[in-house]
C-alpha cells in the first residue's frame, strides 16, 4: 500500500512507492540457523542476543499449543499488545506463528523418517488432511516431498 509523506519542499507531500514484504517464515529461518551453528546452545545463545526477552517464551508457549489468550497472560500483555508485537517481530499474528511452528514440526518428523499420519498426529493435527493443507499453503510442496529423499 502506498503512503503519502511529508516533504518540506515546495510541494507539501511527496508520493513514496510501496516497500515490498520482506518476511521469512519462522519455520525457514530457525532450523537453517541450529544447523549452521551445529549445537542448539549456539543457536540459543545467538537467537536470544538478536530478539527482545519476550519472543522466546512466546513462541516456546505457542508451540506447547497455548493459545493467543494465555499467551498473553503468561506475558502479562493484552492479545492486541501480543498481537502487535509478533507482527512487529515476525511479520504476522500469534496464531500464524502456531500454525507455521506446527507444520516446521511436522515437517522434521517427516525428514526423521516418521510416515504422514504419525507426524500428523504427533504434531498436534487432527487429522492428516489438516497437515496437508497447512504444508503446502506455507511451502507450496506436499508433505511427501520432506520424506527421506531429501
Do not use: N
Not at 545467538?46 to 497455548?66: C, F, I, K, Y
Request: charged residues 20%.
Amino acid at each position: 500500500m502506498a503512503a503519502w509523506t511529508w516533504s518540506s519542499t515546495a510541494t507539501p507531500y511527496r508520493w513514496r512507492a510501496p516497500t515490498p514484504d520482506l518476511t521469512v517464515p519462522l519455520a525457514d529461518v530457525a532450523p537453517a540457523l541450529a544447523w549452521r551453528l551445529r549445537t542448539p546452545h549456539a543457536a540459543q545463545a545467538a537467537a536470544s542476543a538478536a530478539v527482545e526477552p519476550w519472543v522466546g517464551p512466546t513462541v516456546a508457549a505457542l508451540s506447547r499449543g497455548a493459545g493467543a489468550a494465555p499467551t498473553a497472560d503468561l506475558l502479562g500483555l493484552s492479545e492486541r499488545q501480543l498481537h502487535r508485537r509478533c507482527v512487529a517481530a515476525f511479520g504476522y499474528g500469534p496464531r500464524k506463528l502456531q500454525v507455521i511452528l506446527r507444520a516446521g514440526d511436522a515437517i522434521e518428523m517427516l525428514r526423521a523418517g516418521r510416515s504422514l499420519s504419525d507426524a500428523a498426529t504427533a504434531a498436534g493435527y487432527a487429522d492428516y488432511p489438516h497437515l496437508y493443507r497447512d504444508i503446502v499453503r506455507l511451502t507450496g510442496r506436499r508433505p511427501a516431498e520432506f520424506g527421506l529423499t531429501e
